[in-house]
């Protein structure tokens, strides 16, 4: 299986700032958008609703083309797909939850690969805070990317419409940090 579209490496030296907001002028109403710092969108995830599962998003890159697609399973997995249709064949990434309490969530993705007799072990964690919008995505002991609220001065409380996402230079694929954060919000 070819997972090139999530793992190869980037070339930027610095980290690249996002900025996550459902309120921008070129998104339709309700749709999650990653901008860039000059406001242009970088990648939008629609939610579809369809009768055999009620929880599936797509995220599209700024042309409108499908990168991933992203199911919620029956038993609370999450599954990453390639393209735009949840095939099989196509499953890049599983996303299980393995602390759910006091608001606090972490996940554990795992990424689909050759078959293995040993245990699987997880690829990324996911830690943090969904209302706060604060996380962390680690590989291993490493910081893949980080979100933050933006504070401004004087503004005693930040809003939680649109916040920061930080990804740090390295081997992970914007469009996989864009699906992790989804998920984590959902």
């Not at 609703?49 to 797509?58: G, P, T, W």
């Not at 890159?61 to 919620?72: I, Q």
Request: charged letters at 20%; aromatic letters at 8%; hydrophobic letters at 40%.
């Amino acid at each position: 299986m070819d997972n090139s579209v999530l793992i190869h490496s980037t070339s930027s030296k610095i980290p690249v700032d996002l900025f996550v907001s459902k309120k921008h002028p070129g998104l339709p109403r309700g749709d999650l958008g990653f901008l860039d710092s000059s406001g242009n969108v970088v990648y939008k995830v629609t939610h579809q609703s369809l009768k055999s599962s009620s929880n599936k998003r797509v995220l599209l890159d700024a042309a409108g083309n499908p990168l991933l697609t992203l199911c919620l399973g029956n038993s609370g997995c999450w599954q990453g797909y390639k393209g735009g249709q949840a095939e099989d064949s196509q499953l890049i990434f599983r996303v299980q939850i393995t602390k759910n309490k006091q608001n606090r969530v972490e996940l554990e993705v795992f990424i689909v690969g050759e078959i293995s007799t040993e245990p699987a072990t997880c690829d990324f964690k996911v830690k943090g805070f969904p209302f706060q919008k604060s996380c962390s995505i680690y590989s291993g002991n490493l910081i893949v990317a980080q979100t933050s609220l933006m504070y401004k001065l004087h503004q005693p409380f930040p809003k939680r419409g649109k916040f920061r996402l930080t990804i740090f230079p390295g081997s992970v694929d914007h469009a996989l940090v864009a699906a992790l954060i989804v998920i984590f919000l959902d």
